[in-house]
């Protein structure tokens, strides 16, 4: 079945430190990728995205995610995590022979001040 | 910006109680979806709409029911509350024909059945 994994449920880092989160999915076709972040007590909302063209994407607030495709990866990153980026993070893809979105269980990262 | 209401943040019902769950968005998005939120399971879609009276069921449809009357609102309907079905709700719209991934979420409801 097709899936996606997150392979950190919790991670916790002190304020300038960098971040990576990891994403790895099972679809070998051609995928739309996400990553959605929900802040505490806001809505979900789209952090960045990757439909085609460079594998390196940026998104809000300086985070980015590379694409590679040999690895089935499109893993999260920041170079310097603020304690305004506590929040629980998802990534997802869209095989793009299929309609439906697959979230991935998600990361609660926490950075401590 | 696009705004995805949900009627209730919160509810408590009981077990065996009809509950119904609102969600209205004002981008005139053909699709809308349903989801529940638990800790450590992700996100796991219930049902989905890509147009007025259409729904198909996503990953985890029993024990909902959804309607789809106008193009702007969608509804998730529990027809008889039990106490697995404590969860956050969370409504989400997109735009275009087929799902492009780029969803945009209600607050989310959170239910309690007791």
């Known amino acids: 079945a097709q899936s996606v994994s997150q392979h950190n449920h919790h991670v916790i880092l002190s304020e300038a430190a960098s971040l990576e989160l990891g994403c790895n999915y099972s679809y070998g076709g051609t995928v739309n990728l996400f990553w959605y972040v929900q802040y505490p007590g806001q809505h979900l909302q789209l952090l960045l995205k990757y439909f085609s063209g460079d594998p390196l994407v940026k998104g809000i607030k300086g985070f980015e995610a590379e694409f590679i495709k040999s690895k089935f990866s499109f893993n999260l990153r920041k170079p310097s995590v603020q304690w305004s980026d506590t929040a629980e993070y998802f990534c997802a893809v869209i095989p793009n022979r299929d309609d439906k979105i697959i979230f991935g269980k998600g990361t609660r990262l926490h950075i401590l001040p | 910006d696009v705004k995805v209401t949900q009627s209730s943040r919160y509810l408590v019902k009981r077990t065996g109680e009809k509950v119904f769950l609102e969600c209205v968005q004002d981008?005139?998005?053909?699709?809308m979806f349903w989801y529940r939120q638990d800790p450590g399971l992700g996100l796991r879609l219930i049902y989905f709409s890509y147009d007025v009276k259409m729904k198909e069921k996503g990953d985890i449809p029993e024990g909902y029911s959804v309607s789809r009357e106008k193009k702007e609102r969608f509804s998730l309907i529990l027809e008889s509350a039990s106490t697995n079905q404590t969860s956050m709700y969370l409504c989400?719209?997109?735009?275009?024909?087929?799902?492009?991934?780029?969803?945009?979420f209600g607050e989310g409801s959170r239910l309690t059945v007791l």
């Open positions: 989400a719209s997109s735009l275009g024909v087929k799902n492009t991934g780029e969803l945009f």
């Open positions: 981008m005139d998005h053909e699709n």
